[in-house]
T-cell receptor, first 116, second 110 residues
Framework: GAVVSQHPSRVICKSGTSVKIECRSL??????MFWYRQFPKQSLMLMAT?????????EQGVEKDKFLINHASLTLSTLTVTSAHPEDSSFYIC????????????FGPGTRLTVL | DAKTTQPTSMDCAEGRAANLPCNHS???????VYWYRQIHSQGPQYIIH???NNETNEMASLIITEDRKSSTLILPHATLRDTAVYYC???????????FGQGTELSVKP
């Protein structure tokens, strides 16, 4: 099956710094990717839709200036958590469908962010 | 997209069938039922999806009631590696984003 990778798998940073998380589709092109956040013992919460060649679409309540999304190519989307604070500590997961209307989505393994 | 309701947790004995129910009483005619699972600290994994007919693949079977207001995911011979949170999601046919509910935490016990 299709594979989506994320880098890094874990990151620890100091409060106030920015962290970039990469999401790559390894064997298919993805014009759309999705970013989720998951706190302990909770479900996945959709943050935003990343669109290749255009601006990301953010879900209600998600600060677009804090969570910067760049979909630079058909295989790469990046999420930058700017001026991270301890409350941003979470599990960040991306996903991508091989084709926009395809029924099956492929998820990355997730990135564990810890802000000290 | 329609809302789904699932039991918070279930137990199943290893080797037995695991039957996970999902209610989606507000599902509309063009919405599909999807099942994903998430093993601890990993990304979700697609299992199966269906519209009206029952579906089966190498992982599981999906039984959808005739009125489409509920469905059941069946893992025919559960193993310890099937311990995970199982999410039932209803989504339109245009694809796009998946909205996750709370899911069912399935524990397969020896």
């Amino acid at each position: 099956g299709a594979v989506v990778s994320q880098h890094p798998s874990r990151v620890i940073c100091k409060s106030g710094t920015s962290v970039k998380i990469e999401c790559r589709s390894l064997d298919f092109q993805a014009t759309t990717m999705f970013w989720y956040r998951q706190f302990p013992k909770q479900s996945l919460m959709l943050m935003a839709t990343s669109n290749e060649g255009s601006k990301a679409t953010y879900e209600q309540g998600v600060e677009k200036d804090k969570f910067l999304i760049n979909h630079a190519s058909l295989t790469l989307s990046t999420l930058t958590v700017t001026s991270a604070h301890p409350e941003d500590s979470s599990f960040y997961i991306c996903s991508a469908p091989r084709v926009v209307a395809e029924n099956e989505q492929f998820f990355g393994p997730g990135t564990r962010l810890t802000v000290l | 997209d329609a809302k789904t309701t699932q039991p918070t947790s279930m137990d199943c004995a290893e080797g037995r069938a695991a039957n996970l129910p999902c209610n989606h009483s507000t599902i509309s005619g063009n919405e599909y039922v999807y099942w994903y699972r998430q093993i601890h600290s990993q990304g979700p994994q697609y299992i199966i999806h269906g519209l009206k007919n029952n579906e089966t693949n190498e992982m599981a079977s999906l039984i959808i009631t005739e009125d489409r207001k509920s469905s059941t995911l069946i893992l025919p011979h559960a193993t310890l590696r099937d311990t995970a949170v199982y999410y039932c999601i209803v989504r339109g046919s245009q694809g796009g984003k998946l909205i996750f509910g709370q899911g069912t935490e399935l524990s397969v016990k020896p």
